[in-house]
């Protein structure tokens, strides 16, 4: 599999904002230490994040992104929803860098813990169209995969 082609995948202010959130979440979770062997992917979202740092406050930009790295941070996302779900029942978060950032884009939820959950919508509709372009990436790696597999069985056959 080619997961480490790059493609460029165009975001908005907002989803930026989001996936920054989703790659501070999974940088800071409890027993996850980014520059450990075991688990090098952290390192390349840190990447992800600062490239997304660099480009706030622009209206739409295209990320450069690799498969690998969009799997990562679609496989880290997951427990994100959770701490949303908490965050807004007692106004504190497990993870304290999830907190500060979630405070700090969206400043609103420091007076009122509950409006954490209107983040939810659009967090899970970035998190659907990005896995919609992981699907349809994913599936292109396999059919050409299965296309040089038919090749190989078209040439042995024909020997």
């Not at 999974?26 to 980014?34: K, S």
């Not at 949303?84 to 884009?105: A, D, P, V």
């Amino acid at each position: 599999m080619k997961k480490n082609i790059l493609f460029n995948l165009p975001l908005n202010n907002k989803e930026r904002v989001l996936i920054d959130l989703i790659i501070t979440y999974a940088l800071a979770f409890p027993d996850i230490n980014p520059t450990s062997s075991i688990n090098k992917k952290l390192n390349h979202l840190l990447e992800l994040k600062k490239s997304i740092n660099d480009l706030q406050g622009q209206q739409v930009s295209n990320i450069e992104i690799s498969l690998d790295v969009l799997e990562d941070l679609l496989h880290y996302s997951k427990g994100i929803t959770n701490e949303f779900k908490s965050y807004s029942l007692s106004g504190q978060s497990m993870i304290k860098e999830f907190q500060s950032t979630l405070e700090r884009q969206f400043p609103q939820v420091k007076e009122q813990n509950s409006l954490a959950l209107d983040v939810l919508p659009e967090l899970r509709s970035l998190l659907d169209k990005l896995t919609m372009i992981y699907d349809a990436n994913y599936e292109e790696e396999i059919i050409e995969k299965k296309s040089v597999i038919n090749k190989l069985i078209n040439l042995f056959k024909n020997k």
